[in-house]
Structure formats: structure tokens, C-alpha cells
């Protein structure tokens, strides 16, 4: 017996007896030294580590008896007819990991729970421990990129974190809807549609008007609303372009884009609006309002002209730079360009988002602004192929973590 062993009994070289505690045959051997030579069962403690349905995840595996190689791990999920085994190399007798097999998170859905047990190198077999199932965040279209789960949101939506998830260090990308173009009259350009807001949590990147990145957040277990800025829609002669619409997520707001304001020799509808970034204002033969502004840490001001009864009219807000001031002159044959954009990889490649609405000039062209980007209208201008002013581009909101 074990105590007749600790007494000192029976040790002779060769003594063979049988440890109860173990629950093993010892012999004493040469080294003077108790060594265990028969099979012995390993013992499940406890399983750390998520088990999502849909996706890969690696577990921890504590107890006693895992033996140094060759320990068969097998999941039983009955309902989903789930029953797969994976061999892995224990870490220690008590700590091994696996990954769990495509099989199993493949096939498993939400709140089922998972039996798990051991075999180790003995052939000795466990008991059984219940390993629950978590679902996946879901909401927008999801992408990978690296260890990165995203979510972008080009129309609204809801971003639904499933019980029992914490996301820690969520990035984001929230850009307001763009503005519209103003519209052209009497040979004045329209101004060009402001942009939406730009604002980011992503580490390194930068926020509109020049600003760091926000603090990544934590986001518990729930449903989170989605809204994306609509696009604000152009104007034709005599009227300021539409305003874009603000996009939320989580209490985050970033402002719509203000609308591009009429090219007119006089009335109240020159002026850009302000927003995310500042519609341009329109040309006249008349004084000029004051710049249209833009939002501290979302984007920039809106152009404004600096000669009256040129016809130049100013350029939209962009969050990375103001709408171009056109210089004194007659209008020009190309485009007086819009505010910059910026440039953001939250989607694992480089995009540049968040550019202002140009002013058409007599040669120019006028275009929308890009759907799912924020950009910015174009003003029209009635010496060139539109008089009237382009809608702008819907905002968007993305959103990326690395599962716990």
C-alpha cells in the first residue's frame, strides 16, 4: 500500500506495490526511487478559451495525468452530430492546449454545449467536461483581415454583440454623409458639397482637421444601432446643395456634410452650410458670406471666394484639408478642387475617404460623390455641363476587434 510505502516497508530493489493515490503499479527502482510502470488515467479540471460557432479558437486544458505525448482530445456535440478527435502535445503532465478543429466550430451552433474528454498516452480515458458555445458578433458585412473581424456598414444597421462577448480595443471608422453641390445662375459657379465628418479610433491614423485617433473602446454584450449618413442631395440653379446626414455608432457621432451654396449674384443661398466639413460658397457679384466651418476634430471649412463678379465660387471641406479658396480671375477651364480626404486601412487595405466637392470650372466635370466614402458634390456651373450641383456620397461606419 501506499502507507506501507511512506513507512519505509518493502524497499527493496524490485518491490512492486500499488499506489492508491496514483492509481498506479510502482516498482523501487535502481535509482533508489519509486517509478510508476502501469496506466494511469488522466484527470479534466477545467477548459479556458472561447468555443465560437463559425470560427477557429484554441482552448486550455487543465488537470493531471496528460503525459508527455500523443494526448487525444475528443468533442461530442450529439444534436449537431459533432464527434471528432484531435491529437496534441501537452505542454506539461497538467497543461495542454488545442486548437479545435474546423469539424467542430463548423457545425456547432450558439448555446450548445460541447462534452470534452481525454485520452492520454496510457490509454487511460478522462472524465468529461461541458464547454458551452459562444456565437459571433454579427452585423454590416463581415471581413478578415489577419487576426481582424470587420464589420463595415454602408446602409443602417445593428451591431449585435452576442451574451456572454466582450470586445476590448475596437477600432472604428465613422464618416458622415457628403453634401450636395450648390446650383450655377448668371454665369457663378456653385459651391462645392462639404464632406461628412471623419472619425477614427484606429491606432496611427488620423481624425478629421488634423486630429489623433480617439480611444479604442469596450464594447459589452447587446445590440448597438448603426445609422449612416445619407447623401445630400445637389441643387439646381438659385439653391444651396443639400446637407449630408450624420452616421452613429455607440454614442459616436460624425456630422454630415454642408451643403455647396448657389452661384447668384445676390440672395441668402450663397453661402456653404457647415457640418462634418463646410460646404464652399457659391460666387457673386455681391460681398461674400463668412466660411462656412467644419467640425473641430471632424473635418475642415468650406472654400470661400476672394474676388467679387469673377465667378469663381469656392471648393467643399475635405477632413484632411479646407476646400480651395479660388484666386481672382475668370473661372477657370478645369475644376477648383475640393478639401483632401484621408487616408485609413481599418479594412486592411489603404482608402482614402472623406474628400470635398469640387467647384466645376468651364471645362470641368461634375460628379457625385462616392457612395459608401462621404465625398462630396460638385458645384454646378451654367457656362459648363450642369447647372446644376451633384449629390453628394453616403457615409459609411466600419468597425474591427480581434475576438477574445
Known amino acids: 500500500t501506499t502507507a506501507g510505502r511512506d513507512a519505509g516497508i518493502g524497499t527493496a530493489v524490485g518491490t512492486i506495490i500499488f499506489n492508491s493515490s496514483q492509481n498506479q503499479l510502482q516498482v523501487y527502482a535502481n535509482n533508489l526511487q519509486w517509478r510508476g510502470f502501469s496506466p494511469v488515467d488522466p484527470t479534466l479540471s477545467s477548459i479556458s478559451g472561447t468555443l465560437y460557432a463559425g470560427q477557429a479558437s484554441t482552448l486550455t486544458l487543465s488537470g493531471l495525468n496528460f503525459k508527455q505525448t500523443n494526448l487525444q482530445v475528443r468533442f461530442i456535440q450529439a444534436t449537431r452530430s459533432v464527434d471528432a478527435t484531435v491529437t496534441v502535445t501537452p505542454t506539461s503532465d497538467t497543461a495542454a492546449s488545442v486548437a479545435v478543429p474546423a469539424s467542430v466550430y ?23 467536461v461541458t464547454h458551452t458555445t459562444t456565437g459571433l458578433p454579427t452585423g454590416g458585412t463581415l471581413t478578415t483581415s489577419g487576426s481582424y473581424r470587420i464589420h463595415s456598414f454602408t446602409s443602417s444597421g445593428t451591431f449585435v454583440v452576442p451574451t456572454g462577448t466582450t470586445l476590448t480595443n475596437v477600432e472604428y471608422l465613422i464618416v458622415g454623409g457628403g453634401a450636395g453641390g450648390g446650383g450655377s445662375q448668371q454665369g457663378h459657379q456653385g459651391g462645392g458639397g462639404g464632406t461628412g465628418g471623419l472619425r477614427t479610433s484606429v491606432v496611427g491614423a488620423t481624425s478629421g482637421r488634423g486630429s489623433s485617433a480617439e480611444t479604442r473602446q469596450t464594447i459589452n454584450a447587446g445590440s448597438y444601432t448603426v445609422t449612416v449618413g445619407s447623401q445630400g442631395n445637389g441643387a439646381g440653379a438659385g439653391n444651396r446643395g443639400g446637407d449630408g446626414g450624420n452616421s452613429t455608432f455607440n454614442g459616436i457621432t460624425a456630422i454630415g456634410g454642408g451643403g455647396g451654396g448657389n452661384g447668384q449674384n445676390n440672395g441668402t443661398a450663397r453661402s456653404g452650410s457647415d457640418g462634418g466639413c463646410g460646404g464652399g460658397s457659391g460666387s457673386s457679384d455681391q460681398s461674400f458670406p463668412d466660411r462656412a466651418p467644419g467640425t473641430a476634430g471632424q473635418g475642415y471649412d468650406g472654400g470661400l471666394p476672394t474676388s467679387q463678379g469673377s465667378g469663381r465660387g469656392g471648393a467643399g471641406g475635405g477632413a484632411g484639408a479646407q476646400g480651395t479658396d479660388p484666386p481672382s480671375g475668370g473661372v477657370p477651364s478645369g475644376n477648383t478642387a475640393g478639401g483632401a480626404g484621408l487616408a485609413n486601412s481599418i479594412t486592411g487595405s489603404s482608402v482614402t475617404y472623406a474628400k470635398g466637392g469640387d467647384c466645376q470650372g468651364s471645362g470641368g466635370s461634375t460628379t457625385e460623390g462616392t457612395h459608401g466614402l462621404g465625398n462630396g458634390g460638385t458645384g454646378g456651373y451654367s457656362h459648363g455641363s450642369d447647372s446644376s450641383g451633384k449629390r453628394g456620397g453616403t457615409g459609411i461606419v466600419i468597425v474591427r476587434y480581434i475576438l477574445p
Open 106 to 128: 463548423n457545425n456547432v451552433q450558439a448555446g450548445d454545449s460541447v462534452s470534452i474528454s481525454l485520452t492520454n498516452s496510457d490509454f487511460g480515458v478522462s472524465n468529461t
